[in-house]
């Protein structure tokens, strides 16, 4: 059974951090380009950054320089570091494959609100 598990999301005041983990099973994992997407309430789930082969990674330009996606092969494990956090970036995040659609399997995703 295919098995997302999204953790580390909370909330946080603007300016604050945040560091997302995302477990996959193993035959994603390590045969995908790996991705973070969030999906705010009312619009559609977006790409925020997918890391390519471990250390080519691209952002969306909204979150450039101030988020990092990071893997750990050996854990199987999926990062997201999220620095100067805004209230726009208020959702849930969800790890997956990139490319994913919505007719793959998504996990409960983790919900990341950034508030004062």
């Known amino acids: 059974q295919v098995q997302l598990v999204e953790s580390g999301g909370g909330l946080v005041q603007p300016g604050g951090s945040l560091r997302l983990s995302c477990v996959a099973p193993?035959?994603?994992?390590?045969?995908?380009?790996m991705a973070w997407y969030r999906q705010a309430p009312g619009n559609r789930r977006e790409l925020v950054a997918h890391i390519i082969n471990g250390v080519a990674a691209n952002y969306a330009d909204a979150v450039k320089g101030r988020f990092t996606i990071s893997r750990d092969n050996a854990k199987n494990t999926l990062y997201l570091q999220m620095n100067n956090l805004k209230p726009e970036d208020t959702a849930i995040y969800y790890c997956?494959?990139?490319?994913?659609?919505?007719?793959?399997?998504w996990g409960q995703g983790t919900q990341v609100t950034v508030s004062s």
């Open positions: 997956n494959k990139w490319p994913a659609s919505g007719a793959d399997y």
């Open positions: 193993t035959n994603i994992f390590t045969a995908s380009v």
